[in-house]
């Protein structure tokens, strides 16, 4: 696996290439957010893992600037504070998972892992419910043909209501369906992800299309909440 470390700490930049090294990975390190950023725009990368506070460019803008220019390499934020404001921002931002400083290595390799391991979503048929539409083919959504920008884990969670759309799906099923069953994935966790592509998806004129059952999970569904 090819990763990209954005860190200014050395101590800590030194550590991940040494560890992500011996675990044979490919491992190419920016001290700066700009030189992060024309690493990431210049090269492919399998993941990347992404501090917070960087100077020249915090991770959040990094992160704002890959997506904005349809860059979807996944990326781990690394952030020491865990206040729910800041963990929003940096998934609001693009990040597709955050781990707060300090960490375990092993932490550290299992989300990699979980991140990077799906590959290109398998071509089929668009999923079209109401004026949402999902192209697996592209990897786009629209709405009222309006195009999106989803992060990845925002994309799955979609693809993943979308092909049970009218169906309830419990929230642990939601969780292990979209992070894999070898993560712990908190409720809140999900509840942030689902709030922030409610704001996505919610865009235009048209109804929500994302419900609340109360007590059981999420269903997706063009009809008007009850």
Same mark, same amino acid.
């Given at each position: ?48 893992? #992404?501090?917070?506070? !960087?100077?020249?460019?915090? *991770?959040?803008? =990094?992160? +704002? %600037?890959?997506?904005?220019? /349809? ?85 799955? #969670?979609?693809?993943? !209501?979308?092909?049970?759309? *009218?169906?309830? =799906?419990? +929230? %642990?099923?939601?969780?292990? /369906? ?49």
């Amino acid at each position: 696996m090819r990763v990209l470390v954005v860190e200014d700490e050395r101590r800590m930049a030194d550590l991940l290439r040494t560890g992500l090294t011996e675990e044979g990975h490919s491992v190419a390190v920016a001290s700066t957010g700009p030189d992060g950023l024309a690493l990431a725009e210049a090269e492919d990368f399998d993941v990347i893992v #992404l501090d917070v506070l !960087l100077p020249g460019l915090d *991770g959040y803008d =990094v992160a +704002r %600037r890959l997506r904005r220019t /349809g860059n979807q390499t996944p990326v781990l934020m690394l952030t020491a504070r865990d206040a729910t404001a800041d963990i929003v921002t940096g998934l609001d931002a693009g990040a597709d998972d955050y781990l707060v400083k300090p960490f375990a290595f092993d932490v550290l390799l299992a989300r990699l892992r979980a991140i990077s391991r799906r590959g290109p979503v398998a071509q089929g048929v668009c999923l079209v419910i109401g004026d949402l539409s999902l192209d697996p083919a592209a990897h786009q959504v629209r709405r009222a043909g309006e195009l999106l920008t989803l992060t990845r884990t925002e994309y799955n #969670l979609l693809e993943f !209501l979308m092909r049970r759309a *009218g169906t309830v =799906v419990p +929230r %642990r099923t939601l969780i292990e /369906g979209v992070w894999g069953h070898e993560r712990e994935i908190e409720d809140n966790t999900l509840d942030v992800f689902v709030r922030l592509l409610r704001q996505k998806v919610g865009a235009g004129d048209g109804p929500g299309l994302i419900h609340t059952v109360r007590g059981v999970g999420y269903v997706l569904r063009a009809e008007p909440e009850r």
